[in-house]
């Protein structure tokens, strides 16, 4: 599991893109994403952190690597 502080979502939106993002690399990749928190959840990636990073920061979410028990 990797987490990733998203500052720029704010609408549901939002989450669908980043969501869209994840999935088109790993279709299996599980995401969760918390608007209030800013926060996108990926579980069983097969993609390695930094890909699943490039592509949030590629569809216009800069995403910064989270501590796991963040």
Known sequence: MVRFK???????GCA???????????PGAHV???LGAKRVTVSNASAPAER???VLV?????????????
């Not at 998203?6 to 549901?12: N, S």
């Not at 869209?20 to 690399?25: N, T």
């Open 58 to 70: 590629a569809a216009g979410y800069p995403a910064e690597p989270m501590l796991a028990a963040a």
């Open 52 to 54: 699943i990073a490039q």
């Open 32 to 34: 969760e994403v918390d």
């Open 6 to 12: 998203v500052d720029r979502m704010g609408c549901g």
């Open 16 to 26: 669908e893109s980043v969501t869209r993002a994840v999935q088109a690399i790993d």
